[in-house]
């Protein structure tokens, strides 16, 4: 699949409404924040911080890449619902890129 065909994709009547049908079926919930938390109660392994919660889904994520597997796109076994931060993780994308950082004032202004 060409980034044309993906952006294509992505733009669809058929995967918005997917997308959505997905994030219902999932009750908006990140499914990674999600089993992390239920195999830390299954271990007693203790959490912290942010770890502690399931975060909000805001993106649904191909288990079969999209562009490797265009036949499983609309597959509802094959789509997740996923917070950003999970999503990155599952590229491989550095999430700390994505933060902003508060700059700091080093002198006084006035």
């Known amino acids: 699949m060409t980034e044309k065909e993906v952006k294509h994709f992505y733009n669809s009547k058929e995967w918005k409404g997917k997308r959505i049908d997905i994030l219902q079926r999932d009750l908006f919930e990140c499914q990674d924040c999600r089993r992390r938390l239920r195999e830390a109660q299954e271990t007693g392994t203790k959490l912290y911080g942010d770890d502690t919660k ?3 889904a ?3 994520h191909h288990i079969k890449e999209l562009k490797e597997y265009p036949e499983y796109a609309l597959e509802e076994d094959n789509l997740i619902s996923l917070c950003t931060q999970c999503h990155n993780i599952r590229h491989g994308r550095n ?10 004032v080093s002198e006084e202004k006035w």
């Open 54 to 56: 399931i975060r909000r």
């Open 58 to 60: 805001v993106e649904v």
């Open 95 to 104: 999430p700390k890129r994505f933060v902003r950082k508060k700059k700091l």
